[in-house]
């Protein structure tokens, strides 16, 4: 199979291949419904998945619904979280994302992009990665790993999430995006490893241009 020269064709070729090696890709952070998905991510910026799965099962037994928390002082909030890196700012964040919700959204998490940045604690990334995986909308969450692999790929040469993610948008088929996502982040995890990539058992390494093998 001749290599894709363009990098949307590098793109379609590595969603083509990802989706035979991770057929089964969910999201890592547990959750029951898009309330829980959407505090699990915002606890997850700069923490990892299973240290945000240790803490929230405490969290929404005491938390289980916007209403619960948007009545409390974020140092109410902090023990339940104080595992998690930036624990004191998150649970600010928490709070107030609570409170809006409860406020202007009838404590539903609204699916538009607009209105899901406007919480406190709620960026691109974040607002994706719910919009994807628990509200079946389209949605592309660009972390260090998705920004790392379109590099290595020739996808893209941006290093601003927010251009990777207009640039991948186009890309990949609007309903695919998510799990374009996830797939590519569990390479990056899995195989693709920033400091000790294994080229020589990556399914990309007969187009990637920065393969070693």
Same mark, same amino acid.
């Given at each position: 199979?001749?290599?894709? %020269?363009?990098?949307?064709?590098?793109? &379609?070729?590595?969603?083509?291949?990802?989706? +035979?090696?991770?057929? *089964? !890709?969910?999201?890592?952070? *547990?959750?029951?419904?898009?309330?829980?998905?959407?505090?699990?991510?915002?606890?997850?910026?700069?923490?990892?998945?299973? +240290?945000?799965?240790? !803490?929230?099962?405490?969290?929404?037994?005491?938390?289980?619904?916007?209403?619960?928390?948007?009545?409390?002082?974020?140092?109410?909030?902090? #023990?339940?979280?104080?595992?998690?890196?930036?624990?004191?700012?998150?649970?600010?964040?928490?709070?107030? =994302?609570? &409170?809006?919700?409860?406020?202007?959204?009838?404590?539903?998490?609204?699916?538009? =992009?607009?209105?899901?940045?406007?919480? #406190?604690? $709620? +960026? %691109?990334?974040?607002?994706?990665?719910?919009?994807?995986?628990?509200?079946?909308? #389209?949605?592309?969450?660009?972390?260090?790993?998705?920004? %790392?692999?379109?590099?290595?790929?020739?996808?893209?040469?941006?290093?601003?999430?927010?251009?990777?993610? =207009?640039?991948?948008?186009?890309? $990949?088929?609007?309903?695919?995006? +998510? &799990?374009?996502?996830? %797939?590519?982040?569990?390479?990056?995890?899995?195989?693709?490893i920033a400091r000790r990539p294994q080229c020589e058992d990556c399914v990309l390494n007969d187009f990637?241009?920065?393969?070693?093998?």
């Amino acid at each position: 199979m001749a290599k894709p %020269r363009s990098p949307k064709g590098r793109a &379609q070729r590595t969603h083509e291949r990802l989706v +035979g090696e991770y057929p *089964d !890709a969910e999201c890592e952070l *547990d959750h029951r419904n898009p309330f829980e998905l959407l505090a699990a991510t915002i606890l997850s910026a700069q923490a990892t998945d299973v +240290g945000v799965n240790k !803490a929230t099962p405490g969290l929404f037994a005491r938390f289980p619904d916007p209403w619960s928390l948007a009545t409390v002082d974020p140092e109410q909030v902090e #023990p339940y979280v104080d595992t998690i890196g930036l624990f004191r700012q998150k649970s600010k964040s928490l709070v107030g =994302m609570a &409170q809006l919700l409860v406020d202007e959204y009838d404590g539903e998490v609204p699916s538009a =992009m607009k209105d899901l940045t406007r919480l #406190p604690g $709620v +960026g %691109r990334k974040t607002a994706n990665v719910v919009r994807s995986v628990a509200l079946n909308q #389209p949605g592309l969450p660009v972390d260090t790993h998705v920004i %790392r692999l379109s590099n290595l790929l020739g996808i893209t040469t941006e290093s601003n999430a927010v251009k990777i993610e =207009m640039e991948l948008n186009p890309m $990949v088929p609007a309903m695919e995006r +998510g &799990q374009f996502s996830l %797939r590519m982040i569990l390479h990056g995890r899995r195989v693709c490893i920033a400091r000790r990539p294994q080229c020589e058992d990556c399914v990309l390494n007969d187009f990637c241009p920065s393969s070693r093998v």
